[in-house]
């Protein structure tokens, strides 16, 4: 149950203040009884009505967090038919990726029908960590991780200050698993930075978005963030 005058601004229809005052000159109807009082509580069920126009309720907002699979776009719909991340959710609120992960990446992904929130998740402005793991082909020296960490120019432009170091050496296989923390998140950020310092990514996982991580999830599962988590990373983006 909400307050009648902030269903009516939640709804865009006005601001409180104006909501306020058209409920008490009587210009509100709540199930086609006019209500002229403000603290009046309506549930998602009733119908309001503002001068005879019915008002369209806000959506509930929600938030997933998905550990999207391999193999899996990440849009909410694809042009080639394959499956993508929100085929993945069982919903039917229309929720978008906040963000994309490629096509053969794995790793956490939000989605949600907040575009406030996703916008200020996205802008590299509000500094939201993303930690990856990355495979790469070669062992990775301490030159190239400073070059990393300094910023490099990719598309034209120099990365952000980042965080990188390396988890393991495979000798054997010519690999290093590398873990790197970044905020912005240009087109194939992480495959390019690898790139612009001469090694290839072979495999890429994104463990972490801020303080959530995959923890209890395996790949292809989802759940819901609660209402504490939603309020951290509203807190977190500056919101
Ligand atoms: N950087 C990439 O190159 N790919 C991703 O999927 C995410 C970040």
């Known amino acids: 149950m909400e307050r009648l005058q902030k269903v009516i601004a939640d709804s865009g229809y006005t601001s409180r203040r104006k909501a306020e005052t058209l409920i008490c000159t009587g210009h509100v109807k709540v199930n086609g009884m006019t209500v002229s009082e403000l603290g009046t509580k309506v ?10 126009e019915i008002i369209t309720k806000e959506e509930q907002k929600v938030y997933y967090l998905l550990y999207k699979p391999r193999g899996v776009v990440t849009t909410t719909k694809d042009d080639k038919n394959r499956k993508t991340v929100v085929d993945l959710i069982d919903t039917k609120i229309r929720i ?18 907040d575009g406030e929130f996703a916008n200020a998740i996205m802008h590299p402005r509000n500094k939201i960590d993303k930690r990856y793991i990355a495979k790469v082909k070669g062992l990775i020296g301490k ?20 965080q990188a170091r390396i988890k393991k050496y495979d000798k054997k296989t010519d690999t290093s698993i590398v873990e790197l923390i970044i905020h912005e998140g240009k087109n194939h950020q992480v495959k390019k930075m690898f790139e612009a310092i001469g090694y290839t990514v072979l495999k890429l996982k994104r463990e972490q978005i801020s303080f959530l991580d995959l923890t209890g999830l395996k790949s292809g599962e989802y759940r819901m963030l609660n209402p ?12």
């Open 43 to 52: 549930n998602t069920n009733d119908t309001i009505e503002i001068d005879g």
């Open 228 to 239: 504490k988590e939603v309020k951290k990373l509203y807190h977190e983006a500056n919101l």
């Open 143 to 162: 030159e190239q991780l400073l070059r990393l960490q300094k910023g490099i120019l990719i598309d034209g432009k120099v990365t952000a200050k980042a």
């Open 96 to 113: 978008y990726p906040v963000g994309r992960l490629d096509y053969d990446t794995t790793g956490i992904l939000l989605l949600t029908n």
